[in-house]
Each structure stands twice: as structure tokens, then as C-alpha cells.
């Protein structure tokens, strides 16, 4: 007896598929592609959302919608899987896919909350975007975070829109990007005054941005040079000793490629790919070289704490080769540099080393170019909004180390350098982003490009550093703006659940 397949559950597959392909399109608008009108394919499972008859649906729904958005955005990170295993081609999609679903579980989380509180297919509508909101605020710092890929990303389009972020800061443009996606949904819904009026929001955005610039002055005065190397090391022979010397030569002659050479020489995150303490005359040696006298040079490097432990570092020595100061990477990548509850699986270390990196415990800034001082973010500690440096201690400038070679010729190096221009808007100070195989470059305290190295070149780029501004609204006041955003459009949806005047006069 053949038994025929359900039409209501093939019917439910097909939908939550196009829900799938929805938000994998939408992601589109993300960096580096900006294709911006693929974010309103999000009022698609909106739509679904809004007006589906169970909470379980609805959570499917916006959960599919999720895992479309992260499968296709991040896929890119299943390529590190290929640098020193590559025999397991294989595990590629698997692993993609697992992580856009733990990264979906947070819409999937937002939707229950969001429908659960609504009523009228409008009130949920605007929910949604609440708690998504809180959702993706909330990706930032549960299980250690990972805010990869928010929707205000796209606010980097261009210099002008994303002077917002001074004022709001990636999460609030999260908010008021998520509100441009579901615009088309408003509209649909009756609300067609409201969806007119946010879609009017990214140009006033970009309006205010473009007075903004305008009304800066421009930097006087002889600012501070630094030479930004990049020596694109294949992540594969990174760690080979016996080519150790070979990358070491590169380094350096990158490092005396052009005359003068700038007072501060910056290398990539674990350029020194060897231990200070176990080579100290290599260091001192190569920092000799590379560096002119009366210089410094900043490079990344393993090396061990008093207590033995194993550390991600960025270590500055003067050109007499002594070590004037260290910062240690305080916010490290869980399954990259250390694996989570590794006591309960043993067998993993036959396959990622049987040491973890620790997590430094401190932070300071280090002394830049005389009186002025820089803070060091190592690889993408650069991604936490408002958490990049001390409220009060604020630094002249930014210097974030990377090694991106993990990441290949994909879309992650560059969603990195847009989070890293995003944070120098925010905070109002210049950023130096000095990474192993690009993309290297700098921005000034308004986002505004200083020079940039391509993807894969192997090639240094000097650079004039400008100072930082007065603290904007966001390095002043942090997230309020964002919360301040959800209090509205919880009022907003609170009423319309009410069915008070104010959705006549307002919808």
C-alpha cells in the first residue's frame, strides 16, 4: 500500500522554504554586497508571522526567516574548516548550518515572546521588531556573543548613513533597519502612514550625516605617521618553522619598504608567530629591523602568562628591542582559540590541540606617537558595540590586529572592516585596522576612509593618523537610544492591542 504524503504538511515544508530563501535574500543588503531593496523580502515571513494561528507556527515562521539570514551571511566560516583539514570538504554545509541555526534560535526566541504579547496583526508586527531587537542586542554577550552580521549593518552603504551610528550605534540602526524591511508588511497591514514615514528614515539618515560631515572641521596641524604591514601569510604556513624565516624577511622588508619610516611599524594579530620568552633575541633582532631608531614596533604573538598559561597578545618593542608594554586578548573566539566545556569532550583534542588559549584580565592603552595614547582590540574584539574601549579613558585612536586568513577570499573580511569603521563612528575615534591578508586600512573618527590595502595583497601603507572627536551621543550615553527606540515601539504596539483612539488618528 503506498502511503500518500500529507498536502498540509508538504504545503507547510514549501512555505517555511520560501521563509528560508526570504531571509537568505535579505541578507543580501549586508555587507560587502549592500544590495539594500533585498532587505524588504523580510516582510515576507513578517507577513506569515503576523497572521499565523499558532505561537508554533509563528516561531517556525520568523526561526526559517533567521536561519536563511545567518546561513547565507556566514557561510564564509565554514571555510576555516578547510585550511587544515581540508579532506573534510564535506562537514562544510553541516557546519554552516548549525551555526545559522544556534544564531536563528534568537529570532526563533523573539518571535515566541513577540506573538505571545500581540493580538492585532499590526501590534505584532511592530513586536517583532522589539524583540528581535532585544534579540540581536542579546547575540552581543549570551555565551560569550557573537553580533556578527546585525541588520544595521547596512547602514554602512555609505559615509553619510552611517554617521547615525554616533547617535544610535549599530543596534539602534538594528531597529530601524528591521523597521525599512517590514515596511512593505505595515502597509499591507493598514498601516500606511507609518510604513511611508519609516521608509523616509534612511534618507533623512543619510541628510543628517551629510550636514554632519560637512560641519566638521577638517584635522590641522602635523598629525602622527604609522605604517600598516600586510604580509598575507597563508593561514596553512603560519605555524611551519622551517618558513619562519621567510615570513619573518617579508615582515620586515615591508617594514623598511619605504624612507622615512614612520615612528610606529604595526604587524598583524600572531605576525611573531613564535614565543618571546623562548626567542627573545629573534624579537629583539627583528624589531631592530624593522623599525627605524627611536621606533616602535606593534605586533601580535603568543605568549605565556606568569602562570604558564597560554595567551593571544600584542606586544610593543622599541627598536632597542626591549618590550615597552602588552595588551592580552580579553574576549576570545569560543571553538577558535579555546573549546567550551572541553572537559566533557576529551576526544576533541586530537583534533584542535590539547591547549586553550586564556583570556587577559586587564586593559590599558598603550603609549602612541608622545603624549597620546592607543587602545588594542585583538581580531574581533573589534565587534562589540559600546564595549571597545573605557568610558574614562579614552583613547586617540584604535588599532584592532587581525588575522583574517582563516576567512579566505570571502564576504568575512569585509563584514569585519565595516564593524570596524562602524565602531570609530560610534565612538568618535580613528581606527587602524592592521590585518595578515587584508583588508588593512584605517578610518578617521567619523568612518571616513584614511586608506586601505586590497584582499591578498602583500604590501605596506602609511598612514596619517587625525585626531578623535568629542565624545558623540553614543560614546557618551551608550545603547539609551537604542532602548529608547523599543520603549516607542512598544508603546506603539501596546496601544494598537488596546484599540484606543490613538490607532485611528496614528494608522
Not at 554616533?166 to 524591511?181: C, H, I, K, M, R
Not at 615597552?324 to 574576549?331: F, G, M, V
Not at 590541540?353 to 573589534?382: K, W
Not at 573605557?390 to 564576504?411: H, I, K, Q, S, Y
Request: net charge positive.
Amino acid at each position: 500500500m503506498i502511503r500518500r504524503q500529507n498536502p498540509d504538511r508538504r504545503h507547510a515544508v514549501i512555505e517555511l522554504g520560501l521563509h528560508m530563501v526570504a531571509g537568505a535574500v535579505a541578507s543580501f543588503s549586508l555587507p560587502p554586497y549592500f544590495i539594500l531593496p533585498a532587505l524588504l523580502s523580510l516582510s515576507l515571513p513578517t507577513l506569515g508571522y503576523s497572521q499565523a494561528t499558532s505561537r508554533y507556527k509563528a516561531v517556525m515562521i520568523i526561526g526559517a526567516a533567521g536561519f536563511g539570514w545567518f546561513f547565507a551571511s556566514t557561510f564564509w566560516v565554514s571555510h576555516s574548516l578547510m585550511i587544515e583539514s581540508p579532506d573534510l570538504w564535506m562537514l562544510r554545509v553541516p557546519l554552516a548550518a548549525a551555526l545559522a541555526i544556534v544564531l536563528a534560535a534568537f529570532w526563533g526566541c523573539a518571535a515566541f515572546c513577540a506573538w505571545s504579547v500581540g493580538r492585532h496583526k499590526l501590534a505584532r508586527a511592530l513586536w517583532l521588531v522589539t524583540f528581535l531587537g532585544i534579540g540581536e542586542w542579546a547575540r552581543g554577550f549570551v555565551a560569550t556573543g557573537f553580533p556578527w552580521n546585525l541588520p544595521g549593518s547596512v547602514f554602512s552603504v555609505t559615509v553619510e548613513a552611517v554617521q547615525a551610528a554616533s547617535v544610535l550605534g549599530v543596534y539602534g540602526l538594528t531597529v530601524v533597519a528591521l523597521l525599512v524591511a517590514m515596511a512593505p508588511a505595515f502597509w499591507y497591514l493598514g498601516g500606511r502612514w507609518f510604513a511611508i514615514l519609516i521608509m523616509l528614515l534612511p534618507f533623512g539618515f543619510s541628510g543628517g550625516g551629510t550636514m554632519r560631515l560637512a560641519t566638521m572641521p577638517e584635522a590641522g596641524g602635523e598629525m602622527p605617521r604609522v605604517r600598516l604591514v600586510q604580509p598575507s601569510v597563508p593561514q596553512a604556513e603560519k605555524w611551519n618553522k622551517q618558513k619562519q624565516p621567510q615570513h619573518l624577511a617579508t615582515l620586515i622588508g615591508l617594514s623598511q619598504k619605504a624612507r622615512p619610516v614612520p615612528d610606529l611599524v604595526i604587524w598583524p594579530e600572531t605576525a611573531f608567530a613564535a614565543f618571546p620568552s623562548r626567542q627573545p633575541k629573534l624579537l629583539a633582532g627583528v624589531a631592530q629591523q624593522a623599525t627605524a631608531p627611536g621606533g616602535a614596533l606593534l605586533t601580535g604573538m603568543p605568549r605565556f602568562s606568569d602562570e604558564r598559561t597560554l595567551l593571544n597578545s600584542a606586544v610593543l618593542v622599541g627598536h632597542d628591542g626591549f618590550v615597552l608594554d602588552s595588551y592580552d586578548k580579553r574576549h576570545l573566539v569560543p571553538f577558535g582559540e579555546y573549546i567550551p566545556f572541553r572537559r566533557f569532550f576529551p576526544f576533541i583534542s586530537a583534533f584542535v590541540g590539547p591547549v586553550d588559549f586564556s583570556a587577559g584580565t586587564t586593559n590599558h592603552l598603550m603609549p602612541f606617537a608622545g603624549h597620546r595614547h592607543m587602545q588594542v582590540l585583538i581580531c574581533y574584539e573589534v565587534i562589540f558595540s559600546g564595549s571597545v574601549i573605557e568610558r574614562d579613558d579614552r583613547p586617540d585612536v584604535m588599532v584592532n590586529l587581525t588575522n583574517d586568513a582563516w576567512f579566505g577570499d570571502t564576504a568575512g573580511p569585509w563584514q569585519h572592516l565595516y564593524m570596524a569603521q562602524m565602531r570609530a563612528v560610534e565612538e568618535g575615534i580613528p581606527m587602524i585596522r592592521v590585518a595578515n591578508t587584508g583588508i588593512s586600512g584605517a578610518f578617521d573618527a567619523m568612518g571616513r576612509p584614511l586608506g586601505s590595502l586590497q584582499l591578498g595583497a602583500v604590501e605596506m601603507l602609511d598612514i596619517e593618523v587625525p585626531p578623535p572627536l568629542s565624545p558623540p551621543v553614543f560614546a557618551r550615553f551608550g545603547h539609551l537610544g537604542f532602548f529608547l527606540l523599543l520603549g516607542l515601539l512598544a508603546l506603539l504596539a501596546l496601544r494598537l492591542d488596546l484599540g484606543s483612539r490613538f490607532r485611528q488618528k496614528i494608522w
